[in-house]
C-alpha cells in the first residue's frame, strides 16, 4: 500500500510540474485571446492593453522554459504578440524582427495547422508594420525605403494587388522602373480597379527608357481592354504617329467604329488622328517655306508652289476627313468639347493657309486671283465659327479655344474682338 501511494505521490507531482510547464502557453493564449475581443471596443481599450502586456510577460517565460519554447504554440503566440507590440511602437523595428523569426519557426513546425488563426493574425500585423512604414517613407519622399517596406509587405501578401500596387509606385517614385514595370505586371491579369491606369503608367515607364516599341505595346493592349479610355487611345494614337504606325491606328479606329458606331470618342479619336496626319504635313509645308526663304522671285516661284500644291491639298484633305469625324462625334453629343474644339481648328487651318497662300503668293498683277482667294478664305473661317464659339461657351477657361477664335477674328479683320478675345487669354495664363 505505502509503494502505491508513493507512486501516486510521484504521477501527482509529475502532473503538477507539467501543468505549470504549460500554464504560461495556455494563459498567453486566453490573454490574447481576450485582447483581441476587447480592442474591438473603444470603451474596453484600458482592459485590453492590459490583457496584451500580460500575454507578452507569459509568452517570454514560456519561450525560455526548455520544455514549452520548441512548442509550434509557443512560436506562433510569440509571432503574434510581438507584431501586436510592434504596431504599437514607433520604433517597433527590434519588436518586429522577434516577431518575424517566431513566424518563421511557427510556421515550420505548424505542419498540422494547428496554430493557423495564430500565424495569420502574426502575418497581418507584420505586414500592416511594414505598409505603415512604407506610407510613412513614402510621404517623407523616402522613395528607396517606401519600396523595400512595400515590398516586404507583399511578401506576406503576394496576391494582395494593392501591395502590388504601392511596391510599383514607389519604385517608379523612385527611378527603379524594372522593378516598377514587374509589379504593375503583376496587376494586369487581376481585377484591381485601377488597371486602365496602370496600362498607361506602363507606357509612360516604357516611353522614360527610349523604349517605344513596349510604351506602344501597352498603350494598345489597353485600349483593346478599356476602348472608352480617352488617355489610352490618345497614349497609342501619339506613340503610333512618332512610330510610323498611324495608318495602322487609323484601322483599329474605323474597326471599333464598326462596332460600335454610336461611340463618340471613336470618332473624336478618328477625327484626331486625321488632324494629327494634318499637321504633320504641315511640319512639311512650313520646312519648304522655311528653306525658299524671303528669296523667292517672280522666276522661282512657280517651282516653289509646284512643291507647295501638292502638300497643302494632301493637308486639305486629311483635314477634311477630319472634319467628317468630329462632326458625326457632336451629331451624338452636340456639348463635346474636345470635337468641337477640334472641329473648329480643322476647318479654321485650312482657311488660314488659304488666307497666307493670298497674302504671300499672289502679286499684285494678280488682283482677281487674289480676292477670289479672299473671299474663298473668308468662307472657309466662316464655317468654323460656329465651333469655335460653342468651344468658347462649353469651355470658357480654355486657352486654346480661346486661341482659335482670335485667329479666326484675325483672319475676319475684326481687330475689336481679337483684341478682346486676347485679354482673355491673358487674364487666363497669368493666374
Do not use: C
Amino acid at each position: 500500500m505505502k509503494i502505491k501511494f508513493l507512486i501516486a505521490g510521484l504521477l501527482g507531482m509529475a502532473s503538477t510540474v507539467a501543468f505549470a510547464q504549460k500554464y504560461e502557453v495556455t494563459n498567453a493564449k486566453e490573454t490574447f485571446d481576450a485582447y483581441l475581443t476587447l480592442n474591438k471596443v473603444a470603451a474596453t481599450y484600458n482592459e485590453a492593453d492590459k490583457k496584451l502586456r500580460e500575454s507578452r510577460v507569459s509568452i517570454d517565460k514560456a519561450a525560455v522554459n526548455t520544455k514549452t519554447a520548441q512548442l509550434p504554440q509557443t512560436y506562433a503566440l510569440k509571432a503574434a504578440i510581438y507584431a501586436t507590440f510592434a504596431l504599437r511602437d514607433s520604433a517597433g523595428a527590434k519588436l518586429y524582427s522577434t516577431s518575424e523569426e517566431a513566424l518563421k519557426k511557427a510556421q515550420e513546425l505548424d505542419a498540422a495547422g494547428e496554430n493557423k488563426a495564430l500565424i495569420s493574425e502574426a502575418k497581418t500585423a507584420l505586414a500592416q508594420f511594414q505598409l505603415n512604414k512604407g506610407i510613412k517613407d513614402f510621404q517623407a519622399k523616402n522613395f528607396d525605403e517606401a519600396y523595400k517596406a512595400f515590398n516586404n509587405y507583399q511578401t506576406f501578401f503576394p496576391e494582395d494587388t494593392t501591395a502590388m500596387y504601392y511596391t510599383g509606385l514607389a519604385a517608379v517614385q523612385g527611378k527603379n522602373f524594372p522593378a516598377a514595370l514587374t509589379n504593375y505586371n503583376k496587376l494586369l491579369p487581376t481585377k484591381f480597379s485601377k488597371r486602365e491606369t496602370i496600362y498607361l503608367d506602363m507606357s509612360t515607364i516604357a516611353l522614360e527608357q527610349k523604349d517605344t516599341v513596349s510604351a506602344l505595346k501597352y498603350a494598345t493592349e489597353g485600349v483593346e481592354k478599356f476602348p472608352s479610355n480617352s488617355d489610352l487611345r490618345r497614349r497609342e494614337i501619339e506613340i503610333s504617329l512618332q512610330t510610323g504606325k498611324a495608318q495602322e491606328v487609323v484601322g483599329k479606329i474605323q474597326a471599333a467604329i464598326a462596332n460600335d458606331p454610336k461611340n463618340k470618342t471613336l470618332y473624336y479619336y478618328a477625327g484626331l488622328t486625321y488632324t494629327s496626319f494634318g499637321n504633320n504635313t504641315g511640319e512639311e509645308i512650313y520646312n519648304l517655306k522655311k528653306n525658299a526663304g524671303k528669296d523667292l522671285k517672280e522666276s522661282t516661284l512657280p517651282a516653289f508652289l509646284a512643291k507647295l500644291t501638292p502638300l497643302q491639298a494632301k493637308k486639305d484633305d486629311y483635314m477634311a476627313k477630319a472634319v467628317e469625324m468630329y462632326k458625326k462625334a457632336i451629331e451624338i453629343d452636340p456639348n463635346y468639347f474636345e470635337a468641337n474644339l477640334n472641329l473648329g481648328y480643322s476647318l479654321l487651318s485650312p482657311g488660314i493657309d488659304t488666307y497666307n497662300y493670298a497674302n504671300n503668293y499672289l502679286p499684285a498683277s494678280k488682283q482677281k486671283e487674289y480676292n477670289a482667294t479672299m473671299a474663298k478664305s473668308t468662307t472657309m473661317v466662316e464655317n468654323a465659327k460656329p465651333y469655335l464659339l460653342k468651344a468658347t461657351e462649353l469651355k470658357p477657361t480654355s486657352v486654346d479655344a480661346l486661341r482659335n477664335l482670335k485667329n479666326y477674328y484675325l483672319v475676319t479683320k475684326n481687330v475689336t474682338e481679337a483684341n478682346a478675345t486676347q485679354q482673355k487669354i491673358d487674364a487666363l495664363t497669368k493666374k
